[in-house]
């Protein structure tokens, strides 16, 4: 049993939680580094245009500068369209790509009907309808990790506050908040909204498939982008169908305490996070 001063000592916690996101205003650009990872004092930087690399102009690596991940802000897929449609040109699937990357994703686009049960309840719809669901179990060890990860997003832009619960009104979708443990990483579980969407399956290139891209006495080296899921932003119209909410467990809605109310709130994804299977 929880006692009387545990209850407020996690209610102010969550209090506090709440204030820090809702202050946060989200980074919109990003620092520089040189190669070293020494920040950019200067402020001016002379990135390498991309039509210079594609030349064969060889930069100058000690005046090469890199966005410094510590800084990190989202959406950096949707950068550059230009180079983008270069790249792009003579792809099977430009125009979806591009799409995406001018216009961020639509997940309508890959909406089908559904006629089943789920979790002991029947649909039969074309889209999914509106449901709210509880955060698993997982996320009651993780409490701080969670809110670190959620003030870190919002900072970053990867997500938006969308409103307090019992005060606004909520998302379309309200999904389950889980923790994969041994990282630990922070997922949302979509499945109830995947079953209104298409299966896509994909095969990620392997390492035989590198003698088909090099050449005998070349050399490869390869980028890993830093949150890569971070880079692909949702359509406005998509973010409310990627809702979740994020306060006390086990206490109703409303928790009398300091200004006489506490609140929950709803948060929307502007990224989509790894999801669960």
């Known amino acids: 049993m929880v006692s009387s001063e545990g209850i407020l000592e996690q209610a102010s916690h969550w209090v506090e939680f709440r204030n820090q996101v809702k202050g946060i205003k989200p980074r919109i650009d990003s620092n520089w580094v040189d190669i070293n990872g020494v920040p950019d004092q200067e402020g001016v930087t002379e990135v390498v245009h991309w039509t210079d690399v594609l030349s064969g102009v060889s930069p100058?690596?000690?005046?090469?500068?890199?966005?410094?991940?510590?800084?990190?802000s989202v959406g950096g897929l949707h950068q550059n369209v230009e180079a983008w449609d270069n790249v792009l040109e003579g792809h099977p699937q430009a125009e979806r790509i591009g799409g995406w990357i001018r216009d961020?994703?639509?997940?309508?686009?890959?909406?089908?009907?559904?006629?089943?049960?789920?979790?002991?309840?029947?649909?039969?719809?074309?889209?999914?309808?509106?449901?709210?669901?509880?955060?698993?179990?997982?996320?009651?060890?993780?409490s701080d990790f969670i809110s670190r990860e959620i003030i870190n997003r919002v900072s970053t832009g990867a997500f938006r506050v969308w409103g307090e619960v019992g005060v606004d009104d909520p998302p379309y979708l309200?999904?389950?908040?889980?923790?994969?443990?041994?990282k630990p990483r922070l997922?949302?579980?979509?499945?109830?909204?995947?079953?209104?969407?298409?299966?896509m399956p994909f095969s990620l290139d392997k390492l035989a498939d590198v003698p088909r891209f090099i050449y005998k006495g070349s050399f490869m080296t390869k980028?890993?982008?830093?949150?890569?899921?971070?880079?692909?932003?949702?359509?406005?119209?998509?973010?409310?169908?990627?809702?979740?909410?994020?306060?006390?467990?086990?206490?109703?809605?409303?928790?009398?305490l300091l200004d006489g109310r506490f609140h929950p709130i709803f948060i929307t994804l502007l990224v989509l996070l790894p999801r669960v299977s």
């Not at 100058?60 to 990190?72: G, N, S, V």
């Not at 979790?119 to 060890?141: G, I, V």
């Not at 309200?174 to 041994?182: G, N």
């Not at 880079?231 to 990627?242: A, I, K, P, R």
């Open 223 to 256: 980028c890993d982008d830093k949150s890569g899921y971070d880079h692909v932003l949702l359509s406005e119209n998509s973010q409310t169908y990627f809702g979740f909410s994020y306060g006390v467990y086990g206490w109703s809605v409303r928790l009398c």
């Open 60 to 72: 100058d690596l000690e005046a090469f500068k890199l966005r410094d991940p510590d800084h990190f």
């Open 104 to 142: 961020k994703v639509d997940i309508l686009q890959f909406a089908r009907p559904f006629s089943g049960v789920f979790k002991r309840a029947r649909y039969s719809s074309d889209l999914p309808p509106r449901k709210r669901f509880p955060n698993h179990e997982s996320c009651r060890k993780f």
């Open 174 to 182: 309200v999904l389950p908040l889980t923790v994969e443990p041994s």
């Open 187 to 199: 997922c949302i579980d979509a499945r109830f909204l995947n079953l209104w969407m298409r299966d």
